[in-house]
């Protein structure tokens, strides 16, 4: 048999093998055809790739190389805010760079550096694996890819830029050498406060040559690379600082993982703090603060990265309008600047700060923020910092929750007119951690509805009202408002949150209470209406900017039944009565913390809500200090400065528009004298730890008279104000009687006994006392 006959019949020999095969197996192709097609594709792999390397050319530097001007612009899109952007950058040698410094930035950024081919295919495996599985978006991205992305390409997130960047990565890597490459990346990347290159750096964060950078302060500079205006920790939020330090730590643990620090000299090494930001040239003024506010929202919506908007060439147009802007700086000269003497009172007139946002409640469109009196001099944005406590401006969102609960955990019904024990330093029943929260002035108001306690701002009944509301159902409630759930203070772990231990920024409190402005439809509040940038040749990149849609943060009939109980707190009898100066139907609530670190007032019209908060700092440790004494006063409370100032502010910001009444849908009738609080009858609850009090029905209790109590001052009261029985332009009661009984600062025998050392703070997990607001 010939060899070719022997061939044709082991063909045919198989082919019947084949045939007598169960038809599942017959479709299933043979190792055979399975390794041709394998390799078939291999091949046609490697083609693709070595064409693609061919073809992909390293191209010129890209534009953003060269400086160029961002220029920020009013709402009216024609007058100018600032002009900024100019890229600050001085190219270094790798030999000026510190080897220390180096090796930090390996650690940090890629660890595979020395040893990578310019890509790191198990790193983008792991990077895409762990995106896959929920992790989150992540990079795997070397050293030299950034750079090669920095400098020759744009940040454009799309699949053609990246498989550019991949093929131009392994041609760079080939043609220059790592401490070229390194260098490059460092001249090129993008540190915060304006800084490009790690020259720029060193001098912005330590104001010192970079050859002059020790091992901590390199490695911070290092961290800073990931996430460059989020890691400041001047101006970070304490989360933020936290993950700044955190990312120095990864950092030097890496030097030690590969080699370049002893562990000795890891354990010796202290965290660096910066020195203070300094300010921008031409960001004087309010400028400064106007365009921080922009740069944050544009970058944390992802509408742009930092490094492409510090890069320059942008036109952005705010939301911000300039008489109302004007207005807000005016308000805080005139009804307080003016009232301080720091010659006069070194020690209680000086630091003083203001923190101030307005918002347009049908759109969340910003449309004046105070960061404060000129950035020049201080450049650190006090409406954006989430380091003060709020006080009893949380109180509404206490009261929002339990009307959303319906329900005390033991059944009785909470609404607006729901009875609750006043009683000063009351323990709080059912709470996580033991509270007993004093009444400003040790005032006890006895039996009284949920409304006039926050007329008066009784701690002891929203401690209480609370806990029955749910703390967690208390936060979830802020969140879904607006404050921010990163923020400190809103740990249902600690009672004493439902009193303000939060620490939201005035625009994060003023996009919360705009919330309630509009019935219930949240908006995030946003700063910037359009962005564009015209390229060399003319062509145009304009971003896509976010929706502004809003979402169902609560129902109406529960918006509108706390803006109808935040009318009565603008009015004669409560503390907020200095706002009636404005002259229009007007909500809001006064907050002061415990120790008087902060005051506050947050409220709105119809058309515009505005928070003020006001806080003394130590300008060099930055540590908080109390407003007792400022202007000669013993006590500033909210009532007092910040809601003066909101009120100048609104009657600029207002002047010239029409007067609109509240549109409110809150599922119940008008309040009637039994709002407020009866005679000192005991409460109807079975024990003294148990506050609410109401009918089984849910109803008011019998009639009493209107008007409040005259004396002595409580809570939030900024003093004597009009007579009590003066009329309230937006929300009118019926004639007072002069029955009313006035609450006592002494004890009486309805109230509970209190334990003997009864606690004021609590701690929570974190270590953190959080303690009462007034």
Do not use: C
């Not at 009202?465 to 208390?474: C, K, N």
């Amino acid at each position: 048999m010939t060899l070719s006959t022997r061939r044709q019949a082991k063909r045919a020999a198989r082919r019947e093998a084949r045939r007598a095969l169960p038809l599942w197996r017959r479709l299933l192709p043979t190792w055979r055809i399975t390794l041709g097609t394998l390799t078939a594709l291999l091949l046609l792999a490697v083609g693709a790739f070595a064409v693609l390397y061919v073809i992909v050319p390293v191209p010129d530097p890209n534009a953003h190389a060269t400086a160029q001007n961002n220029i920020y612009l009013y709402a009216d899109g024609t007058t100018e805010i600032a002009r900024t952007g100019a890229v600050n950058r001085t190219d270094v040698t790798v030999d000026q760079i510190p080897l220390q410094t180096q090796q930090a930035v390996v650690s940090a950024e890629d660890r595979t550096f020395y040893q990578n081919r310019g890509i790191d295919l198990k790193g983008m495996l792991r990077a895409g694996w762990n995106t896959l599985l929920g992790k989150g978006m992540q990079g795997g991205s070397t050293i030299t890819q950034q750079y090669v992305k920095n400098y020759y390409l744009t940040q454009d997130q799309t699949f053609e830029r990246k498989g550019r960047e991949l093929f131009i990565a392994l041609k760079v890597d080939q043609q220059r050498s790592k401490n070229e490459i390194l260098a490059g990346y460092l001249n090129s990347s993008y540190f915060g406060r304006g800084a490009y290159g790690i020259q720029s750096a060193a001098h912005a964060y330590y104001g010192v040559d970079v050859s002059q950078l020790t091992l901590g302060q390199g490695a911070y500079l290092a961290s800073l690379l990931q996430a460059p205006s989020l890691y400041d920790v001047k101006t970070a939020t304490p989360a933020n600082r936290e993950k700044a330090v955190a990312r120095w730590n990864y950092a030097l643990d890496g030097m030690v993982q590969l080699g370049f620090l002893t562990s000795a000299d890891r354990a010796a090494t202290t965290f660096p703090d910066p020195i203070d930001p300094q300010p921008a040239t031409g960001l004087a003024g309010q400028a400064g603060y106007l365009v921080g506010v922009a740069d944050d929202y544009l970058i944390s919506s992802g509408t742009i990265d930092a490094a492409t908007l510090k890069a320059g060439g942008w036109r952005i147009t705010t939301t911000f309008e300039k008489p109302r802007q004007d207005a807000f700086v005016k308000a805080v000269q005139d009804e307080l600047t003016g009232d301080l003497d720091p010659k006069a009172r070194p020690t209680t007139d000086t630091d003083v700060r203001v923190a101030g946002a307005s918002v347009d409640p049908a759109t969340g469109r910003v449309v004046a923020v105070y960061g404060g009196p000129d950035y020049a001099k201080q450049p650190f944005n006090d409406a954006l910092r989430q380091d003060n406590q709020i006080g009893s401006t949380f109180k509404p969102v206490d009261l929002a929750a339990g009307l959303i609960a319906q329900h005390t955990v033991d059944g009785r019904p909470i609404t607006t007119e729901t009875r609750y024990d006043g009683t000063s330093e009351r323990p709080v029943t059912g709470g996580p951690t033991p509270y007993a929260p004093p009444n400003e002035d040790d005032v006890d108001y006895g039996n009284i509805t949920l409304r006039y306690a926050m007329v008066k701002s009784v701690n002891s009944v929203y401690a209480q009202e609370g806990v029955d509301a749910g703390l967690g159902r208390v936060r979830d409630t802020a969140v879904k408002l607006g404050i921010p759930d990163s923020v400190r203070g809103m740990d249902p772990a600690n009672t004493s949150m439902t009193l303000g231990t939060a620490t939201p920024s005035a625009l994060d409190l003023a996009g919360a209470y705009a919330t309630l402005a509009n019935h219930g439809q949240a908006h995030t509040p946003w700063s910037v209406q359009k962005l564009e940038r015209v390229n060399p040749g003319g062509a145009t990149d304009v971003p896509k900017m976010p929706d502004h849609k809003p979402t169902d943060a609560v129902g109406r009939t529960i918006a509108d039944s706390v803006t109808d109980v935040l009318r009565d707190v603008v009015s004669p009898r409560g503390t907020g009565a200095a706002a009636l100066d404005l002259g229009r139907p007007a909500a809001g609530k006064t907050g002061t913390t415990d120790a008087n670190l902060s005051a506050w007032f947050a409220g709105y019209t119809p058309e515009l809500t505005t928070a003020v908060g006001l806080f003394r700092e130590n300008p060099k440790s930055h540590a908080k200090e109390p407003l007792s004494g400022t202007a000669g006063l013993t006590r500033v409370n909210g009532g007092a400065f910040p809601t003066k100032i909101w009120t100048a502010y609104m009657t600029a910001a207002l002047n010239g528009t029409p007067t609109q009444q509240f549109d409110l849908q809150t599922g119940h009738g008008d309040p009637g004298p039994d709002s407020w609080p009866t005679t000192g009858a005991p409460s109807t609850t079975t024990s003294p730890s148990t506050t609410p009090s109401t009918a089984t029905t849910g109803a008011p209790a019998p009639t009493t008279p209107s008007h409040a109590p005259s004396a002595p001052a409580p809570a939030d009261q900024p003093g004597p104000g009009p007579a009590p029985d003066a009329p309230s332009p937006q929300n009118p009661q019926p004639t007072p009687s002069q029955e009313q009984p006035t609450p006592s600062t002494r004890p009486t025998p309805t109230r509970p006994a209190r334990p003997s050392n009864p606690p004021t703070a609590t701690t929570g997990p974190t270590g953190t006392a959080t303690a009462p607001a007034q």
